[in-house]
């Protein structure tokens, strides 16, 4: 079965700072890659996809990720982050061995301070 | 705005009743998909509905049903209820199923088990 891993549980950064997100899977095969985010008190919104091409995708409000095959990696990042970034965000996987249904990660908790 | 919609927003309820969720995917999408986010347990997935006819099944409970009706629309029936069944429940819907598929995500409804 397809799992997700963010390593990174709580992060907190300061306004301008740069981040970057973990995210590790463990399937083999081609793989559909999602990073999600949820602010306080809202649904999960979609930052960015990667489906196949070029493997730094760029997102919404200026959000990056980058798909490293050999590493099963999807690294979320941002080079300066704002008090508005605060939010919970999540990366997921849909891969045929898991009925391309997505798998997500447990989420990261983001809090930029002003 | 995802275009999802789900009502209510909230349910506060007893031990031991039953609820029902309502979720109206986007306009032209035929997957629904049903998650259940708790601190504890992150964001499972429940089940999903494809046209009409059940796709998939998750970590979904048999106290918990769900169908999804010609126009569309899906009802998330919960049943029995316990403590631990308080969570955000969120409906996604996506085009189709399978590869390629982006999932987006309603408001949630919370419910609160007392």
């Known amino acids: 079965a397809q799992s997700v891993s963010q390593h990174n549980h709580h992060v907190i950064l300061s306004e301008a700072a740069s981040l970057e997100l973990g995210c590790n899977y463990s399937y083999g095969g081609t793989v559909n890659l999602f990073w999600y985010v949820q602010y306080p008190g809202q649904h999960l919104q979609l930052l960015l996809k990667y489906f196949s091409g070029d493997p730094l995708v760029k997102g919404i409000k200026g959000f990056e990720a980058e798909f490293i095959k050999s590493k099963f990696s999807f690294n979320l990042r941002k080079p300066s982050v704002q008090w508005s970034d605060t939010a919970e965000y999540f990366c997921a996987v849909n891969a045929p061995g898991g009925s391309y249904i997505p798998t997500f990660g447990r989420g990261t908790s983001l809090i930029v301070h002003p | 705005d995802s275009g999802v919609t789900q009502t209510p927003k909230h349910l506060i309820t007893a031990t031991g009743q039953r609820v029902t969720l309502r979720c109206s995917p986007r306009s032209g999408d035929l997957s629904v998909y049903w998650y259940q986010q708790s601190l504890d347990q992150g964001l499972q997935f429940l089940i999903q509905y494809y046209n009409g006819e059940e796709r998939a099944k998750g970590n979904i409970l048999e106290r918990f049903s769900a169908q999804q009706f010609p126009d569309l629309h899906s009802e998330l029936n919960l049943s029995s209820l316990e403590l631990g069944d308080s969570a955000l429940y969120f409906c996604?819907?996506?085009?189709?199923?399978?590869?390629?598929?982006?999932?987006?995500f309603g408001p949630g409804t919370r419910l609160l088990v007392l």
């Open positions: 996604a819907s996506s085009a189709r199923t399978g590869e390629f598929e982006t999932q987006y």
